[in-house]
């Protein structure tokens, strides 16, 4: 028995060797077959014959030997004196991606990836792959260059004579005096044919014609009517939006059914809670008619859509002072005006005639130093610099130039912008198929 096992033994050990053997005598003829194949490449490229040398090269990438990676740069390099020609952009990107779906990709190839995709025009592509290369790698570099990129933007076709701030992905717009809805990027949703509309939310808005107070579908059908007899009514946000009757403003749902308890004014319910005035005086109320902060100020902050309330923050008019309130409790300096907070991190505040940021807490976080701003609506915010309107990024850097002649706060990736054509949108590339990294 102990022969029979060394004579296995022995047997298995020559079938490994002569296996090694037969891989050595393989990978040999590889490497030598890249380099004759890269060399030869070489001499043709020197001559400018580069689809000749593509051929060679694509065989010499082919191989999994040590001289793959050379081979891999030097097509690459080919394929860039070719891409005027047709099919040669395909095969660079899908090199390129090839080499950056592999384990052990670095930062270098995402970035060449990137800068192929800035130049040719296709952003999404580009913001995409840099997101995957800052995933995979973190990389500074890759960061920079996102920063650089990210705030790219297109601007919609349709112009309008005026537009609000977007609300739930869409937009009140108007046209020849007429109002209607407008998807986030300025794409029309709701013709522009009524004398006035709310926002749109839960599948409706709230819209005026002839008298007639009605709600009307994303196709601008009747769905609901308003029979009782209404002096104005404000916007619609989640299921509720105010109505003015004879003994006051009240709540209602987008099937006009009326609450019980009226105030001498309610504004538009954001994250549960409104602004709203009882005896002369403001207050916050939530949904169950609770007051969050008693109605004895003044005035509430409030956007041109009615909205007062963000991160559980709000802004009351105290005399000609504005303190900030979190969660019902004074927080931080007081300041001269201020914007409510969005779904940003910081709002705008103003001391002196200028205006500058603040976060929940109440801390000053971009200083004063423009000449009007809007809150901060994703990770960008609107500022007047110069008698025209860009953006900036949290950093307080400007992300987008002020060319505009006026501006709205960003949200769902979009903003209204006024340009000397009327009000357009905006759009960020990075929204267009993803949502931002660092949004």
Request: net charge negative.
């Amino acid at each position: 028995m102990k022969l029979a096992s060394r004579i296995i033994l022995c047997s298995c050990c020559l079938v490994l060797v002569v296996i090694a053997w037969l891989i050595a005598i393989k990978a040999k003829p590889a490497e030598q077959t890249q380099l004759e194949l890269i060399e030869t490449a070489a001499e043709l490229t020197g001559d400018g014959i580069y689809t000749r040398a593509a051929a060679l090269l694509e065989e010499a990438a082919g191989y999994s030997a040590k001289h793959t990676p050379a081979a891999e740069t030097e097509l690459k390099n080919v394929y860039l004196q070719l891409l005027d020609k047709k099919g040669y952009r395909g095969k660079y990107a899908a090199l390129l991606e090839k080499q950056m779906n592999r384990k052990d990709s670095g930062p270098e190839v995402f970035a060449e990836a990137a800068r192929f995709y800035i130049g040719a025009s296709r952003m999404s592509d580009a913001l995409d792959t840099l997101k995957a290369g800052i995933g995979k790698t973190g990389d500074p570099e890759l960061i920079s260059i996102y920063e650089g990129v990210r705030y790219r933007y297109e601007t919609s076709w349709d112009v309008y004579d005026d537009a609000s701030e977007i609300h739930e992905s869409t937009a009140q717009v108007c046209i020849g005096g007429s109002w209607g809805i407008a998807k986030s990027d300025g794409t029309p949703m709701i013709p522009c044919v009524y004398e006035q509309i709310s926002t749109f939310s839960a599948d409706r808005a709230i819209a005026k014609n002839d008298g007639e107070i009605f709600a009307v579908d994303k196709d601008g059908n009747r769905i609901a009517k308003l029979h009782e007899t209404a002096q104005a009514f404000g916007n619609y946000a989640g299921d509720r939006f105010p109505v003015l009757l004879d003994d006051g403003w009240r709540r209602a749902t987008g099937e006009f059914t009326l609450g019980s308890a009226a105030f001498e004014y309610i504004g538009t319910y954001s994250g549960g809670y409104a602004a709203a005035m009882q005896g002369g005086k403001w207050g916050v109320v939530d949904l169950a008619q609770k007051w969050l902060i008693p109605a004895q100020y003044d005035g509430i902050v409030q956007d041109e859509l009615g909205r007062c309330y963000a991160n559980g923050a709000v802004f009351v008019q105290d005399g000609a002072s504005v303190r900030l309130f979190v969660d019902g409790e004074q927080t931080g300096e007081t300041f001269d005006d201020a914007r409510p907070f969005l779904d940003g991190a910081y709002a705008a505040v103003m001391k002196e005639g200028k205006w500058g940021y603040t976060d929940v807490n109440g801390i000053i976080t971009i200083g004063y130093e423009y000449d009007d701003a809007l809150s901060f609506g994703q990770h960008l915010a609107a500022v007047k610099i110069d008698g025209l309107w860009g953006y900036i990024s949290t950093y307080g850097q400007i992300a987008i130039e002020p060319v505009f002649l006026d501006a709205k706060s960003f949200s769902n990736g979009s903003a209204p912008v006024l340009t000397p054509r009327g009000w357009q949108f905006i759009t960020l590339f990075e929204f267009k198929t993803t949502v931002g990294l660092f949004s």
